[in-house]
């Protein structure tokens, strides 16, 4: 969606589109199942576990990252990330919403 189309959609449309964008892909959600099933910060194992090239897991960091789901530091070689709390509770809550809409059809096609 260019550009100049997304001012005709609400702050949290777009909000809502930009979360389910970057968790649509299946490699991001296995980054984010292991983070979290590690409990802790992870730092350069990825790789392992995924089963993908270094270079694939970073665009998919850099992915989460971009909408603040993710937190990490780089020191030298070392690259460490784990789950940003306050933004994975805002992420929930904004999905929550979406689905905690009232869905009531009288008559379907």
Same mark, same amino acid.
């Given at each position: 969606?260019? +550009? !100049?189309?997304?001012?005709?959609?609400?702050?949290?449309?777009?909000?809502?589109? !930009?979360? &389910?964008? *970057?968790?649509?892909?299946?490699?991001? +959600?296995?980054?984010?199942?292991?983070?979290?099933?590690?409990?802790?910060?992870? #730092?350069?194992?990825? *790789?392992?576990?995924?089963?993908?090239?270094?270079? !694939?897991?970073?665009?998919?960091?850099?992915?989460?990252?971009?909408?603040?789901?993710?937190?990490?530091?780089?020191?030298?070689?070392? *690259?460490?990330?784990?789950?940003?709390?306050?933004?994975?509770?805002?992420?929930?809550?904004? +999905?929550?919403? &979406?689905?905690?809409?009232? *869905?009531?059809?009288?008559?379907? #096609?």
């Amino acid at each position: 969606m260019g +550009i !100049t189309k997304t001012d005709i959609f609400s702050e949290e449309q777009n909000r809502l589109a !930009t979360l &389910f964008k *970057v968790l649509g892909h299946p490699a991001r +959600i296995a980054i984010l199942n292991h983070i979290i099933k590690q409990n802790a910060c992870i #730092c350069n194992d990825l *790789v392992e576990e995924l089963g993908l090239a270094q270079a !694939t897991i970073s665009q998919h960091l850099k992915e989460l990252k971009s909408i603040g789901i993710i937190q990490g530091s780089i020191e030298g070689k070392s *690259v460490c990330y784990c789950i940003e709390e306050k933004t994975w509770k805002e992420v929930q809550g904004i +999905i929550n919403l &979406f689905f905690d809409q009232d *869905v009531k059809v009288e008559k379907c #096609c």
